[in-house]
């Protein structure tokens, strides 16, 4: 159900946007990558392969992570788009010039407003309002209200999607540049 569910949402998936955020990446500039929770883990795998195809990335937050400069790419990854930790993010990212790319579910939300590019991976958002909107909220009392579907009931759509999605991005990423996978091997923590 859930593979079903997936494909169609890469269907109502907007081609323009998909090639505006590849645009994006594939400009000469640090990409900084941002997310809470499970979405913030999709944001960190999409950062260490950015990094594997040659592509300066960082995760934002770490203690290596060097300051940000005008123009710089801010991608962020929100289910909700309403996260208050990750929006401080873009609002700060946007205060020093960041070009901002949000890949989220909700069309409409805070960080959206700000967004320069916006990614949507539709999902059906719940019937009633049992739980608050904010995760911090959710997250304390145990309200894991998504905004996917029944059979997804703790966001696992939207997490399973930008893992699908970003990983489309960087094939296509490693297609332009002529990025083969001896190249990537090179990349590789060797020190594990």
């Given at each position: 159900?859930m593979?079903?569910?997936?494909?169609?949402?890469?269907d109502?998936?907007?081609?323009?946007?998909?090639?505006?955020f590849?645009?994006?990446?594939?400009?000469e500039?640090?990409?900084y990558?941002a997310g809470?929770?499970?979405?913030?883990l999709?944001?960190?795998?999409?950062a260490?392969?950015?990094?594997?195809?040659?592509?300066?990335?960082?995760?934002?937050?770490?203690?290596?992570?060097p300051?940000?400069?005008?123009?710089?790419?801010v991608?962020?990854?929100?289910?909700?788009g309403?996260?208050?930790?990750?929006?401080?993010?873009a609002?700060?990212?946007?205060?020093?010039g960041g070009f901002?790319?949000l890949?989220t579910?909700?069309?409409?939300s805070?960080i959206?407003?700000?967004?320069?590019?916006?990614?949507?991976?539709?999902?059906?958002?719940?019937?009633?309002?049992e739980?608050?909107?904010?995760f911090?909220?959710r997250?304390i009392?145990?309200?894991?209200k998504?905004?996917?579907?029944?059979?997804a009931?703790?966001?696992?759509?939207?997490?399973?999607?930008?893992?699908?999605?970003?990983?489309?991005?960087?094939?296509?990423?490693?297609?332009i540049?002529?990025?083969?996978?001896e190249?990537v091997?090179?990349?590789?923590?060797?020190?594990?």
């Open positions: 159900m593979t079903d569910e997936i494909s169609s949402l890469i109502k998936m907007s081609d323009e946007r998909i090639g505006e590849l645009s994006e990446i594939l400009k500039r640090r990409i990558v809470a929770g499970r979405s913030g999709i944001g960190r795998a999409f260490m392969r950015l990094m594997h195809i040659g592509l300066d990335s960082y995760v934002v937050g770490e203690t290596v992570t300051a940000m400069r005008n123009d710089d790419l991608v962020i990854f929100s289910g909700s309403e996260t208050n930790s990750v929006v401080d993010i609002e700060t990212a946007k205060s020093l901002l790319c890949i579910s909700r069309k409409e805070r959206a407003d700000l967004a320069d590019c916006v990614v949507l991976l539709p999902s059906k958002p719940p019937n009633d309002t739980w608050p909107n904010t911090e909220i997250q009392t145990g309200g894991y998504s905004l996917s579907l029944p059979l009931p703790i966001g696992t759509l939207f997490e399973t999607s930008a893992m699908i999605f970003s990983d489309a991005v960087i094939a296509a990423v490693m297609e540049r002529h990025c083969g996978i190249d091997m090179q990349r590789l923590s060797n020190i594990q």
